[in-house]
């Protein structure tokens, strides 16, 4: 192959970064979903608080305090993805510019997606916790509290593996960082 002809697929290849744009697009999209499913929730907390009970309302805020850090991951994945893969942001000189997008790569970014689900997680569990002394109340035999004790325990496993890798992507973040400061000082 000639070096014009290589040149020419290196620059296809390149800009082949941009058909991501859409999806960023479809995220945000997404996030209008979610905008509309929280005023939904909160239009139907405000209307029925007086004939709520305090748990029914902390569901229903918890479930809101979900929308929103759902909502905070798709603008992490929406900037950050389109500033890491696709093309820089012009934001130097903007006052509202977030702090963490000066210094986002995608290992930054790997970690504040998996920080953001043990977040998400956490508040699921928390309904959960919540929610399962209903159920059990409710349960009419034997079966019934099994299936809601494994489907807790489950959502345990699931918390706990969030957390663990979690801490295994930040500590192999921060070993090639550390693998990298010292190639480069060599």
Do not use: C
Not at 2 to 14: D, R, T, V
Not at 46 to 57: F, M, R
Not at 78 to 86: N, P, R
């Amino acid at each position: 192959m000639s070096h014009k002809a290589i040149n020419a697929l290196e620059k296809f290849i390149f800009a082949s970064r941009w058909l991501q744009a859409p999806l960023y697009l479809g995220l945000i999209f997404a996030q209008g979903v979610y905008v509309y499913k929280f005023l939904a929730e909160l239009y139907h907390l405000v209307s029925h608080a007086t004939s709520l009970s305090e748990v029914d309302i902390m569901l229903i805020v918890l479930g809101l305090i979900d929308v929103v850090m759902v909502a905070n991951l798709l603008i992490m994945v929406t900037v950050g993805g389109y500033q890491t893969f696709v093309s820089r942001l012009d934001l130097d000189d903007h006052p509202d510019q977030p702090e963490w997008l000066s210094h986002v790569n995608a290992g930054v970014l790997k970690i504040k997606l998996a920080t953001a689900l043990i977040g998400i997680s956490s508040i699921h569990l928390l309904k959960v916790f919540i929610d399962v002394g209903n159920k059990m109340t409710q349960a009419t035999d034997a079966f019934q509290l099994m299936v809601i004790e494994h489907g807790v325990m489950y959502q345990i496993a699931i918390h706990v593996t969030f957390v663990v890798s979690a801490l295994v992507m930040a500590y192999t973040d921060k070993v090639m960082n550390s693998t990298l400061l010292m190639t480069k000082d060599h």
